[in-house]
T-cell receptor, first 114, second 110 residues
Framework: DAGVTQSPTHLIKTRGQQVTLRCSPISGHKSVSWYQQVLGQGPQFIFQYYEKEERGRGNFPDRFSARQFPNYSSELNVNALLLGDSALYLC?????????????FGQGTRLTVV | AQSVSQHNHHVILSEAASLELGCNYSYGGTVNLFWYVQYPGQHLQLLLKYFSGDPLVKGIKGFEAEFIKSKFSFNLRKPSVQWSDTAEYFCAVNAHDMRFGAGTRLTVKP
């Protein structure tokens, strides 16, 4: 079975540009969460989506947005990129929204802002 | 919101040494607790989880963790580490959404 897949794997953008990252969850999983992992730190929670609705949001500026599609895949958008947005962006999927579920992570998208 | 603290940033051990990695969280309500591992070049993988019941939980590869509610702790242990355990270890707490600690890098010398 395919795990969580993310695309692209690597990306280089210029300051001020916009970027869209994509995530396909494990088949049957309805919840998708996004995390930002800066080098040397743990993943920081950005968003959780369940059944196409935002169910949780971390402490990130409004430049970050996301959505979930009817097939449960998800996109993370970041506008007006800053150098500090350079990080590994992780997507995790789980069966349900509640806390009693394990999250499965993708390999991540490495974003470099120059 | 909940937060997670991992006390050790980098731990270096020789093979066969015992391991204990500390994890404390701050949240007054019910939480679910996890340890994830990230091997070099690989994605985050679940080592073990605690939802309820026996506070001593066993995971994969000989790892175990003990939930001590009074101390808000969920420390990870392994009696005898192997070179292949070299990785980054993350403690995570899920109350409303999953929050991670900063991680502990474990280096096991052969």
């Amino acid at each position: 079975d395919a795990g969580v897949t993310q695309s692209p794997t690597h990306l280089i953008k210029t300051r001020g540009q916009q970027v869209t990252l994509r995530c396909s969850p494990i088949s049957g999983h309805k919840s998708v969460s996004w995390y930002q992992q800066v080098l040397g730190q743990g993943p920081q929670f950005i968003f959780q989506y369940y059944e196409k609705e935002e169910r949780g949001r971390g402490n990130f500026p409004d430049r970050f947005s996301a959505r979930q599609f009817p097939n449960y895949s998800s996109e993370l958008n970041v506008n007006a990129l800053l150098l500090g947005d350079s990080a590994l962006y992780l997507c995790a999927s789980s069966l349900a929204q509640n806390m009693n579920t394990e999250a499965f992570f993708g390999q991540g998208t490495r974003l470099t802002v120059v | 919101a909940q937060s997670v603290s991992q006390h050790n940033h980098h731990v270096i051990l020789s093979e066969a040494a015992s391991l204990e990695l500390g994890c404390n969280y701050s949240y007054g309500g019910t939480v679910n607790l996890f340890w994830y591992v990230q091997y070099p070049g690989q994605h985050l993988q679940l080592l073990l989880k605690y939802f309820s019941g026996d506070p001593l939980v066993k995971g994969i590869k000989g790892f175990e963790a003990e939930f001590i509610k009074s101390k808000f702790s969920f420390n990870l242990r392994k009696p005898s580490v192997q070179w292949s355990d070299t990785a980054e270890y993350f403690c995570a707490v899920n109350a409303h959404d999953m929050r991670f600690g900063a991680g502990t890098r474990l280096t096991v010398k052969p």
